[in-house]
């Protein structure tokens, strides 16, 4: 104990820096000039910041987000431009060594201190730090600090036309809108996505710091990888839950280590205020600019971390302490972190599970504690074109939703940014896994030194400093470039196919996987999003891990799958969806509210194919600089006006905003119902001889406002899909199936609880004034069930031709489920579950609707809203709230039968109309689509 005396004294000196022997100066906040030479412009600067903002925040551009400004501020990202800092102040006379510490730069920088060069950096997802003691000494005049950022799409085209580099065959080189990103260790999507803008924004996007020893003996610690693993675990082994735990704490620094440096830790639950482990740090090793050592902890001793859903989310602070032969504290650092396992199970299919009726294969899934589960989520974006703007209280709305949205794992893809600490706490906090990925994606990437070496920088920075949060679930070397660029490379170039599979197997598998191996014991590792899985793991091998690529027998299953089809004449056919083990990406695009196209449009654009709206919609991208592909858009415009006329009733309305928004909200519950379908029999097949044990949709939220895949806009607000996703990953579901080109019908409970759940479902047929049918149609008016855990049960099946409908169009069948289950980890106590779904034997264009006088009122008192249908069956019942306010309904999009009242709060995360938005909140249903008021 004494030991933690001596440190909170430490801690609680406001001198603390200083009496460690180092000054530490934070440079970030104003007093910076950001300024370019050639277009003869300067304004205020920040840090952290990027040139687009501080010149928005100027006034000098409007918002980049308005209109068109995609295109016509290319002008930006085309030019250097230069932060320079005021003099600085505060620093130490007689230092021993004075550093410049850079969390992030972006990108291309040459910094100059006092005037004197300093160094480069080229990688904008590295940690830089330079020595400017020289520098500092001779000084004359005040200490000021400048850094020029180079125009990123001119060096990315004068690498690319440097005769040395390597260059590709016409195909897979994806090009959004500016070319060549695949050269530079940049966000990829900052020259565009099909989601998404191309600003290519520079500046100082990260923290930084000036660091100066006073003495010897002192060190500044720039990172920390802590690392909690059961003994003997190996990343792609299941991990045997009765060992001890190992806590292993390494550190790397700046400044030097005193002579027999020891290091000491303090495991603290930060719940109960308990002290787990306390005491010195075993095998201290100290390695370069690098100190590790670890402790063992007894197997049961923590409490553990689980996914939302799955238990409750127990963090501890972890405190490691580096001390002098004296046991002088000489530097602290706390991270907050969890014990958990998690493991992604791509080993061979067992003789137990084929007992069990599992196809044989290899497993494709995740493992949390030792234990299966259900990965219920999506795919997480950029939230934002400029990070620096990427704020926590946004991101807490954002995982607020995730929660409530019934997901427990986000797969953050692979060509934003890693994504900062502050999201991965948040995720601890909230219990949603992180399937994270190292920048790559949708192209081949060179393989040569200098780039290698670049990368492995990237990859030990970043695989470190997130390693300690429990909510990371997996490193994946990028996205689709084993399902889509092999064979894409392959077909372009078929005699230099296995060519490129040795470059794609130098950077994904012999550099990027051992570097993650030997920094992290707890996480495993795949080189890409989408794969069959491997062969073997052999760490002695020359290719440590052989991939099993189409080296597959039919029959059997082994991977996950990638999905899009823009044919909306099968959105809804069984048939055309993947089987396999996992589903990681699959969707299909609509537009935004007319709310959230207000915010980015002049109201003269806001018609379906305005220009604006047009040239926003970037699926299919314009292909390069070239700005007006009119024909590119018009595609995926199409695309969706054609689902929506297959489907549902075709908004006329006379008011061009009312048409518009109408026409908005199909789009939106074509893709709803599409993923709805394509999630119900990913679910159903955790019980199916694939054993699917994973649905994460594309894509969870928007980097702007435009049509694109995701599920929450760009300000917060729920698309149709949020909540009908937050439905249909409720544990347990009613799902029917029906098979319109065979007219069979099927309706299953799907489970994924741990353990066997009881229920029944009433199935009730009405027509769609909401009387019931004679004779139910011939349906049994209820079922009972067993469904095992993770798993799915068939309670009824038909033939359509079989019942006795008179009118197909007007009828649907009602399913209504009522069941007993233990939730994960609740300590056996029984929770009741219900669920509510719906099925009709025609599309929603075809049914007879009938005006279901749906009317909401508001109970001021109880802050809820109660929704009726006087009239008739109220389908899509949509519940629809104004500008200014951010939140989301109890529930939404919902079938309510004449004589139903349901009753809705709306949980409000941000309000900027002093709570007036509660008077213009208004309803609507499938019915609003089909009149022209
Ligand atoms: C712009 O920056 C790049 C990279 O730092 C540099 O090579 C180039 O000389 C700069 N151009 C100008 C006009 O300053
Ligand atoms: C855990 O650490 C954080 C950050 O250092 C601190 O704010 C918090 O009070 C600590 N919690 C406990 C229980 O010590
Ligand atoms: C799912 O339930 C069925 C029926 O009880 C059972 O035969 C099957 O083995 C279960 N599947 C798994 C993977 O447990
Ligand atoms: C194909 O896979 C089998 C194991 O499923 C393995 O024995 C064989 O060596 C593989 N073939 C190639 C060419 O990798
Ligand atoms: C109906 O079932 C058949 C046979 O399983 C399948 O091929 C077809 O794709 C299904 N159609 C729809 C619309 O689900
Ligand atoms: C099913 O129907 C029975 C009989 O009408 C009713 O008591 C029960 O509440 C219904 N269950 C559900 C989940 O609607």
């Not at 989601?195 to 000036?210: E, I, K, M």
């Not at 971390?305 to 602070?317: A, E, H, I, R």
Request: charged share 20%; proline share 5%; glycine share 8%.
């Amino acid at each position: 104990m004494h030991l933690w005396k001596k440190l909170a004294l430490a801690a609680l000196s406001s001198t603390f820096h200083i009496a460690l022997g180092q000054h530490v100066v934070n440079l970030g906040g104003d007093g910076w000039t950001v300024s370019s030479k050639e277009l003869n412009m300067s304004a205020p600067g920040h840090l952290p910041s990027q040139v687009h903002l501080d010149l928005f925040a100027a006034g000098i551009i409007e918002d980049p987000y308005f209109g068109l400004n995609d295109f016509n501020l290319r002008w930006i990202p085309d030019n250097n431009w230069t932060y320079t800092s005021e003099p600085l102040k505060g620093l130490v006379e007689n230092a021993q060594s004075s550093w410049l510490v850079f969390n992030g730069l972006d990108t291309f920088t040459t910094i100059k201190f006092c005037g004197h060069f300093i160094g480069t950096t080229d990688n904008q997802f590295r940690q830089y730090t330079f020595d400017i003691s020289k520098a500092l000494s001779s000084c004359k005049g005040d200490p000021t600090l400048a850094i020029n950022f180079g125009s990123a799409p001119k060096i990315a085209n004068a690498i690319a036309d440097d005769p040395n580099s390597e260059q590709w065959p016409y195909g897979p080189q994806q090009i959004y809108e500016f070319p060549n990103r695949w050269y530079i260790r940049k966000e990829q999507s900052d020259f565009g996505w099909d989601w998404g803008p191309a600003f290519a924004p520079a500046g100082p996007w990260q923290d930084a710091y000036l660091v100066q020893f006073g003495r010897q003996e002192s060190v500044y610690v720039l990172n920390t990888d802590l690392d909690i693993f059961r003994k003997g675990q190996i990343n792609h082994f299941a991990p045997d839950q009765g060992q001890p735990w190992v806590v292993n704490a390494s550190m790397d620094f700046l400044g030097s280590l005193p002579i027999k440096p020891s290091m000491t830790i303090q495991v603290k639950d930060i719940e109960t205020g308990e002290v787990l482990e306390s005491g010195p740090i075993e095998n201290v090793i100290s390695n370069g600019q690098t100190i590790t050592g670890s402790v063992t902890i007894d197997a049961d001793a923590p409490n553990l971390w689980w996914p939302t859903g799955l238990g409750k989310q127990n963090l501890y602070n972890v405190t490691v302490i580096i001390e002098d032969s004296e046991k002088h504290a000489i530097a602290s650092v706390t991270k907050r972190s969890g014990f958990r396992t998690i493991f992604l199970n791509r080993l061979a299919i067992t003789d137990e599970q084929l007992a069990q009726g599992i196809a044989p294969g290899a497993n494709w899934h995740f493992e949390v504690n030792g234990k299966e589960f259900y990965a219920k989520g999506s795919n997480f974006i950029p939230p934002d074109a400029f990070w620096p703007r990427v704020t926590e209280a946004k991101m807490q709305r954002l995982f607020t939703a995730v929660k409530a949205g019934n997901q427990n794992m986000l797969r953050v893809w692979a060509s934003g940014a890693y994504l900062p600490d502050f999201i991965y706490d948040i995720a601890d906090e909230y219990g949603v896994l992180l399937w994270s990925e190292f920048q790559f994606s949708d192209a081949l990437y060179p393989s040569d030194e200098k780039f290698l070496e670049n990368v492995a920088a990237e990859v030990v920075y970043n695989v470190r400093r997130v390693n300690h949060h429990p909510s990371l679930a997996l490193w994946a070397g990028g996205n689709e470039i084993e399902s889509l660029e092999l064979p894409l490379v392959e077909d372009a170039a078929p005699d230099r196919y296995s060519f490129y599979v040795g470059e794609y197997e130098k950077l994904f598998i012999n550099l990027i996987l051992p570097l993650v191996y030997e920094n992290s014991r707890s996480i495993s590792y795949m080189p890409s999003s989408t794969n069959n899985g491997y062969l073997w793991v052999n760490m002695s091998a020359p290719i440590p891990m052989a991939e099993r690529y189409n080296n597959i027998t039919s029959g059997e299953y082994y991977s996950d799958t990638d999905h899009y089809n823009y044919d909306s004449s099968v959105a809804f056919d069984y048939g055309s969806y993947p089987v396999g083990r996992f589903a990681n990406e699959f969707g299909y695009h609509s537009m935004p509210s007319l709310q959230t196209w207000k915010q980015a449009v002049d109201k003269d654009q806001l018609h379906f194919n305005s220009s604006t709206v047009m040239l926003r919609n970037h699926h299919y991208p314009p292909g390069g600089r070239e700005t007006r592909n009119y024909k590119n858009t018009s595609m995926g415009m199409a695309e969706m006006t054609i689902a929506v006329e297959r489907y549902y009733p075709i908004p006329n309305k006379d008011n061009s905003a009312a048409n518009f928004s109408a026409w908005c909200h199909a789009t939106q519950m074509f893709q709803a119902d599409m993923y709805k379908s394509e999630i119900q029999f990913y679910r159903r097949g955790s019980g199916m001889p694939e054993r699917q044990l994973g649905s994460l949709y594309w894509q969870l939220e928007d980097i702007w406002q435009a049509p694109t895949w995701a599920g929450i806009e760009y300000d917060g607000r729920w698309k149709v899909l949020h909540y009908v996703a937050r439905d249909i990953y409720q544990p347990i579901i009613v799902s029917p199936f029906w098979n319109y080109t065979t007219g069979d019908l099927s309706v299953y409970v799907t489970s994924d609880l741990w353990e066997t759940a009881h229920g029944s479902v009433n199935l009730t047929w009405v027509d769609l004034s909401g009387n019931p049918l004679s004779g139910n149609a011939g349906t049994p008016q209820s079922k009972r069930f067993t469904v095992g855990g993770l798993n799915t049960t068939q309670i009824y099946a038909t033939q359509i031709t079989d019942l006795t409908l008179d009118d197909k169009k007007n009828a649907i069948l009602v399913l209504s489920l009522d069941a007993t289950g233990i939730l994960p980890n609740s300590g056996g106590s029984h929770t009741t579950f219900t669920h509510r779904n719906q099925v009709a034997a025609e599309f929603p264009n075809q049914l007879a609707l009938v005006d279901p006088g749906v009317e909401v009122s508001h109970d001021e008192k109880g802050g809820t809203f109660t929704v009726e249908a006087k009239k008739g069956v109220s389908l899509y019942t949509w519940l629809d709230y104004p500008s200014g306010v951010v939140g989301y309904f109890d529930d939404n999009s919902f079938t309510l039968l004449p004589g139903e009242k349901k009753t809705v709060r709306f949980t409000v995360q941000k309000d900027d109309t002093n709570g007036k938005w509660v008077k213009d909140v208004t309803v609507r249903s499938l019915w609003d689509q089909t009149t022209k008021d």
